[in-house]
C-alpha cells in the first residue's frame, strides 16, 4: 500500500510557483522521498528525491518537515508544460524495492 | 540521463491473440525491471518485478501464466500477455533500476494495448 496521501487535484497559474503537499507520517527512518509526474499517456518522469535536507535542482526544490512527516515540492515557475500528475514515493534508497504509487495529485496550470 | 525505450508504443491486437512489449535499457544495464498497468485515469499498479536470469515475482492478483515475463539480459525485459481479452486493454510501462546503484528507477514511455 503506499504510503503517502496527497490532494487529489490543484490548480496553478502560469509563471506562479506550484506547491504539492505530500504527507507521509509513517515514514521510516531509511526511507527517502520520491517525486515523480506523469504527463498524459507517458511514463512517469523522475523530478526529484530528498531524506531529510532540502533539496534543488533543474527541475523543482523539495521541502522535507524537521520531522519528516511531510514534505511540499516547488515548481518555482511553473509553464502549460508542468500540466501533469505528481506522484509522492517513499522508498528505502539503496534497496530494490518497487515503487508503489498512491493516487498522486493533478496539477492543471493555466495560462 | 538514463533512458529506457520500451516499444512498441501502441498496439491493437483480435481476442485471443499474444501480445509481446520490450523494455530496453539503453544506456545502463538493469539488473531488475519492473513492470505496471494503468487503466484510465488511475495510478499505475505494479505487476512484477523481473531479475536478469530468475524468474519474475509476480504481485498478488496477478496471473503469471497469462502475463509471461522474461529478463534474458541486463538490458531487455519482455512482457508477453498471453490470449489476450478485451479486459487486458490497458497501458503498459516498464521501468529499470540501474545496476549498481539503486538510487531511483527510470521508466519507458509505455504501450497503449487495446484488445478488440
Known sequence: DAKTTQPTSMDCAEGRAANLPCNHSTISGNEYVYWYRQIHSQGPQYIIHGLKNNETNEMASLIITEDRKSSTLILPHATLRDTAVYYCIVRPLYNTDKLIFGTGTRLQVFP | ?116
Not at chain 2, 530468475?54 to 529478463?71: C, P, R, W
Request: with cysteine; charged share 15%.
Open chain 2, 1 to 116: 540521463g538514463a533512458v529506457v525505450s520500451q516499444h512498441p508504443s501502441r498496439v491493437i491486437c483480435k481476442s485471443g491473440t499474444s501480445v509481446k512489449i520490450e523494455c530496453r535499457s539503453l544506456d545502463f544495464q538493469a539488473t531488475t525491471m519492473f513492470w505496471y498497468r494503468q487503466f484510465p485515469k488511475q495510478s499505475l499498479m505494479l505487476m512484477a518485478t523481473s531479475n536478469e536470469g530468475s524468474k519474475a515475482t509476480y504481485e498478488q492478483g496477478v496471473e503469471k501464466d497469462k502475463f509471461l515475463i522474461n529478463h534474458a539480459s541486463l538490458t531487455l525485459s519482455t512482457l508477453t500477455v498471453t490470449s489476450a481479452h478485451p479486459e487486458d486493454s490497458s497501458f503498459y510501462i516498464c521501468s529499470a533500476l540501474p545496476h549498481g546503484t539503486n538510487e531511483k528507477l527510470f521508466f519507458g514511455s509505455g504501450t497503449q494495448l487495446s484488445v478488440l
